[in-house]
C-alpha cells in the first residue's frame, strides 16, 4: 500500500472533492471500490479474531482471492453469526468462484 505524504494528500483530497462537486464522478472510482474490497476483508479478519483469536492463513488466503464487495458483505455477516471457524470456513469454501469476482 502506498501512503502519500500529507501535502499531496490534501491537494488529492481537495481535487477530488472539487471534480466530484462538478458532477464529474457519477460513480465509484476504482481508487474507492478498492478501498472498500481491502476493508471489508480486514473487517473480515477483524470480527473472526474478536470471535475465535487466531484466524487460519487458508482464510485470510482465501479472503484476498475475493473482491466483490457483496460477497464480502455477507462474508462479514457470516464472521459474525457462525458458530465456529471450523464453520466459517466450510461456508467461505462453498462460494462459487464466479461469485468471487465483481462484474464491471
Known sequence: MMVLPKPL???F???FKRIQEEGRVPYITDIELDGMIINARESVITALE???GV???E???RLEAIDNINVLKDILKQAVTTIS???FQVKLNEIPPSEETSEE
Open 50 to 52: 474478536a470471535r475465535f
Open 55 to 57: 484466524v487460519p492463513a
Open 85 to 87: 471457524v471450523q464453520e
Open 59 to 61: 482464510i485470510s488466503e
Open 13 to 15: 483530497k481537495q481535487e
Open 9 to 11: 494528500e490534501i491537494s
